[in-house]
């Protein structure tokens, strides 16, 4: 009899033992499934939850998907996605953030629904009638708060996208500024070689133009120049003389000529 009741309460453990255990790997599930851009989905939390909800329920949750006691694969992300859903919802500029987007969404929700009411006279009717309660009731319905989830999930997904458009053209911004400094570098570089070669070579400059000053332009390396005049030429039988001495001579032959006639 004894043994009876002792198998049957190690029995009902290992049964209460595998429901924890598959209530466990579900909830990894679901973590792991929520839109990550929304903490609240996380740790399962309404969205006018304080900062003292948030605490318990991530105590809760934690210990629940902690990878020392739960042996799903994913136990050790979803606990970490816990862990930043928490961080987030108890920072208060994230937090502030975060309900921007969930007024903003119950805004849109309003109108939407503001607008069906004028087609539907007698939704209209009943809505003027109760002063405002048959709203109130509608936003605590199953119905509003889905539709509230999804809402949300579209706007915190267009803040996101105008977020990365806005971070890849900074970053390319970021990098054209980077080849200008780069660029206005290498050119103030170049400069500063070409003034130090420039004043390496302004001694052989100065000396260069003191020869010329002093002993005329000389003929480059390689340039032609024209022959000077030569009196005598050994490729020539006779000599050339001075056009007087030419003058004299014929003068002579003359007076010879006139004698002997």
């Not at 579900?26 to 851009?37: A, H």
């Not at 267009?158 to 990098?175: T, V």
């Not at 070579?201 to 332009?217: A, C, L, N, P, Y």
Request: proline share 3%.
């Amino acid at each position: 009899m004894g043994e009876s009741a002792t198998d049957d309460d190690l029995l009902l453990k290992s049964f209460f033992a595998e429901v924890s255990e598959v209530e466990r790997d579900n909830e990894v599930v679901r973590i792991l499934s929520c839109f990550k851009l929304n903490p609240f989905e996380h740790l399962n939390l309404p969205f006018d939850s304080s900062p003292e909800d948030v605490k318990k329920q991530y105590r809760k949750l934690s210990l629940l998907v902690h990878p020392d006691k739960c042996k799903h694969p994913q136990a050790k992300e979803a606990f970490g996605a816990l862990a930043k859903a928490q961080q987030l919802l108890l920072d208060q500029q994230e937090r502030d953030y975060l309900l921007s987007q969930i007024n903003a969404a119950k805004e849109e929700l309003r109108a939407k629904r503001k607008k069906h009411l004028k087609k539907d006279t007698a939704s209209k009717i009943k809505s003027l009638v109760e002063e405002g309660k048959y709203d109130q009731q509608y936003e605590q319905s199953e119905e509003f708060k889905q539709e509230l989830k999804l809402k949300v999930r579209e706007l915190l997904t267009e803040q996101e996208w105008r977020r990365r458009k806005m971070q890849m053209r900074i970053s390319e911004e970021e990098g054209r500024l980077k080849k200008d400094e780069e660029e206005t570098k290498e050119m103030w570089k170049r400069k500063r070689e070409h003034e130090e070669q420039w004043e390496g070579t302004r001694e052989q400059r100065v000396s260069s133009w003191r020869d010329f000053m002093k002993g005329g332009k000389k003929s480059k390396k390689g340039e032609i120049r024209p022959p000077k005049l030569k009196t005598e030429d050994p490729n020539k039988s006779y000599v050339q003389r001075p056009a007087t001495l030419i003058g004299s001579v014929i003068g002579d032959w003359v007076l010879w000529g006139s004698r002997k006639l």
